[in-house]
């Protein structure tokens, strides 16, 4: 039997190193097909899987309770299994350059604990040439095996939408890529095992890696057009939803809105682009020049509500201004390299200390990440300005009896402040009621 057939016969396991918003899932997806190791070596979220808890809400706690997937801290359960899937994150420094250390950390761990007749398939999102170029020497170096001879290396991005019960695992498109045909088609064959849509299979791992920086470029850029068309329209005095709903009438339109670019891929992977293509000489234009608007519009946001509130004849530095989410998209808890925090440090050097609620977010993680305390949605009164920042749909489901409650009593309906970031709200029925309103 070749790897696969055991894999399928349950005499070999597979492993997945990080237990994050990939790999949760993605172990527990295998787990209904093969034997699996979840490995994460932070130990609280081990013990939240084992104790039932999905913190992520990717795939539920009823999911985790079920699951069989064997949960472990320890490396050493790691030399159990002969098919390893590494999911870390793949973050980039405050210079803007990739920050290679979890993918280099995780290879140590593997390699420390790699067995002859194995393969390993990286799905972190890296620039063309990291599997080979870097990861594969760690991996022989703390091994003392030899790729290609004692074991295989593949690549696979992850395509996972963090928050998305629509487009799941299992119904998106799998790249999958190996160092030779033979790696390729059991790689294949593994994925195959769990994924509905389809795999398609890359003619190398470089052009695998390439790929996914590459399709969340092409999204940031996009984004980065309705930005600029946005900030443009403000000026105008035009409103950029009225434009891009006349725009999308057309059958080839891209639908692409304006918005906070944040999260863990479309906000980073165009630096690992643009990383090495400098590296070789050439200086992007167009992807750094949406990644300077995109990152610029926290600061452009919080401007505009310093405007209504100036408009409204607020005192700045006295004014409640309410930011409702801070997690980087609706609907999930993840708030890595979440873009509020720029409209809320923007708000602090005029003098503003935004209360910030978000019933998706964890307290903890919020505090330790960007130092702010969470409040409770219920508990928000005497506000001057609410910023509907993310598009939870607790938020989208709020009544105006319920939105007129939090502001201050008393005051006039025009001195009532809506930033809809998200454009979220009714337009008609604000007017109709009087509010102060900016949408992006």
Sequence with gaps: MNLYEKIVNKVEKISVIGLGYVGMPLAVAFS???LVIGFDLNKKKIMQYKSGVDPTNEVGNEAIKLTTVDFTSNEDRLKEAKFHIIAVPTPINSDKTPDLSPVEGASTIIGRNLTKGSIVVYESTVYPGVTED????????????????????????ERINPGDKVHTLE????????????????????????????????????????????????RD???????????????????????????????????????????????VDPYYFVYEAEKLGYHSQI????????????????????????????????AKVVILGI???????????????????????YGIKPVIVDPHADALEVRSEYGVELVELNSVNDADSLVFAVAHEEFKEM??????????????????????????????KIKQIGYSYWSL
Excluded at 305 to 313: S, W
Excluded at 330 to 347: Q, T
Excluded at 399 to 423: A, P, Q
């Design 327 to 349: 997690t980087f998209k609706e609907n999930c808890p993840d708030i890595r390299n979440s873009k509020v925090e720029d409209i809320i440090k923007r708000l602090n050097e």
């Design 171 to 218: 119904k998106i498109i799998k790249i999958v890529s190996g160092m030779d045909d033979a790696s390729l088609d059991i790689i294949s064959k593994v994925y195959e095992l769990v994924i509905e849509a389809g795999i398609h299979k890359a003619s190398s791992i470089k052009v695998a890696e390439a790929a996914k920086v590459v399709e969340n470029s092409q």
């Design 134 to 157: 870097i990861c594969i020497p760690i991996l022989e170096k703390e091994s003392g095996l030899k790729c290609g001879v004692d074991f295989k290396v593949g690549y696979s991005p």
């Design 32 to 34: 209904k097909k093969a």
């Design 287 to 318: 992807i750094l020049s949406g990644r300077k608007i995109n990152d610029g519009m926290g600061e452009f946001v919080a401007d505009a509500i310093i405007k209504k509130l100036i408009n409204a004849n607020k005192l700045v530095k006295q």
């Design 221 to 267: 850029i996009n984004i980065a057009f309705m930005n600029e068309l946005a900030m443009v329209f403000d000026r105008m005095g035009i409103d950029t939803k009225d434009v891009v709903e006349a725009m999308n009438t057309k059958w080839n339109a891209l639908k692409f809105s304006p918005g906070l670019v944040g999260g863990h891929c479309i906000g």
């Design 399 to 428: 009544s105006w009896e319920k939105i007129d409650r939090m502001f201050i009593d008393g005051i006039d309906n025009s001195e009532k402040i809506i930033i809809d970031v998200k454009s979220i709200l009714d337009k008609a």
